[in-house]
């Protein structure tokens, strides 16, 4: 620690080339974070997922629709204990970018199967009664303004009315608390959806199964599609886990995506960070000389400008995690995280130690070997 303020003093001897450096690695590490923040985001939806949960899709896409009549199928099948459906209905709240993650359900069924909403008795049973009745997650009505009464208007890029109309409105009887990924979810009565749509009706999204043995999911997974092989309308059954990684990897192999990018950012970086001490050692060689005639041991040298190159990327680690942590909130409305996950920044305190020793050892070890008659004279 007697030795920080000679570091400290060494990395600002060149301040424009030491504040670029650091710029260019908080920029690294500000993009590792967000990136990195954002899979463990979904790392978290995933790892949240019900054991005893399966999603029933069509076999040939997620986004193609299943008859409604398959329930009572599916209902029948062994190892069932319920199901329910739901629907992707696209809306926006005025503007485009103003997403609202809407679904039409049948609502007994729904809040039956997810307990983890919490809703109250008057507001499920105003839901029940009224036929543009919707309840929304706190976060959704905290963002918006709208409370219990409020008249929302949607507008969806996919149904339309009769008329040509995609402009639905619903009355909002309820506010639930719940799990992150259902804070920003809307839904209303199946029935109003059914009657109001111009097609598709008769129709659903996917259905939701609950299973009466969660070791036995797999079981009745198979015998699910089973039922429906060689059926116009294929079925494709997951553990919800399963959904929920191939709803994810239906937007881009994010893991490998963020792997290539920071890949390439570190791979750079090796270079630059390594051309920067090379350089500062390179100047500083008489420097390093008369400090060996002082008493530094080699070693001592060699701790001494690896200590700078830590202390250099450290800081910028830091910056530039930081900044991530600021911003990272910002994704709350897409991601449903609210801050940064530790184990990330943490991850990345070790990458930038590693990227210090890496990018700081040549030149240490060079300082380390520097002949003292050889260094003064300017050989």
């Not at 076999?59 to 193609?64: A, G, L, M, R, Y």
């Not at 929302?152 to 109309?165: A, D, F, Y």
């Not at 990018?359 to 050889?374: C, E």
Request: charged share 20%; proline share 4%; hydrophobic share 50%.
């Amino acid at each position: 620690m007697k030795f920080l303020p000679l570091i400290w003093a060494a990395m600002w001897r060149k301040r424009a080339r030491t504040i670029f450096t650091i710029l260019s690695v908080a920029t690294a590490f500000l993009l590792f974070g967000m990136l990195q923040g954002v899979i463990g985001a979904f790392d978290k939806a995933v790892a949240g997922a019900a054991a005893d949960r399966l999603t029933v899709t069509s076999k040939v896409s997620f986004t193609e629709p299943l008859p409604l009549g398959y329930l009572s199928q599916i209902e029948s099948v062994p190892g069932v204990a319920s199901a329910t459906y739901l629907s992707w209905f696209g809306t926006y709240f005025q503007d485009r970018k103003n997403i609202v993650f809407s679904f039409p359900t049948e609502p007994r069924t729904y809040f039956a199967m997810y307990p983890e909403i919490k809703l109250t008795a008057a507001q499920f049973e105003a839901l029940v009664r009224t036929r543009t009745g919707a309840v929304i997650g706190r976060e959704l009505a905290k963002k918006y303004g709208w409370k219990v009464g409020s008249r929302v208007p949607l507008h969806s890029v996919i149904w339309t009315k009769p008329g040509g109309s995609s402009d639905w409105e619903f009355d909002i009887v309820g506010i639930f608390d719940g799990p992150a990924n259902f804070a920003q979810s809307f839904y209303f009565n199946h029935d109003y959806f059914e009657e109001a749509r111009s097609f598709g009706k008769g129709k659903v999204g996917w259905f939701i199964v609950k299973v009466q043995d969660p070791n036995r999911a797999g079981q009745v997974s198979s015998a699910i599609d089973t039922r429906f092989a060689n059926s116009p309308d294929e079925t494709k059954t997951q553990t919800e886990k399963e959904f929920t990684m191939s709803f994810f990897k239906q937007q881009g192999d994010i893991n490998f995506i963020v792997r290539a990018i920071l890949g390439a950012v570190f791979f750079t970086l090796l270079f630059l960070t390594g051309n920067t001490m090379m350089q500062a050692v390179r100047e500083r060689i008489p420097e390093l000389a008369v400090l060996k005639t002082l008493g530094f041991s080699d070693t001592g040298v060699l701790l001494l400008v690896l200590a700078e190159s830590v202390l250099l990327c450290l800081v910028a680690a830091a910056l530039g995690l930081a900044l991530a942590a600021a911003i990272f909130p910002g994704l709350k409305d897409f991601i449903g995280a609210v801050a940064l996950p530790g184990k990330v920044v943490a991850l990345g305190i070790v990458i930038a130690v590693l990227l210090a020793l890496v990018t700081g050892l040549p030149p240490a070890m060079r300082a380390k070997r520097l002949n003292i008659v050889d260094a003064l004279a300017g050989r």
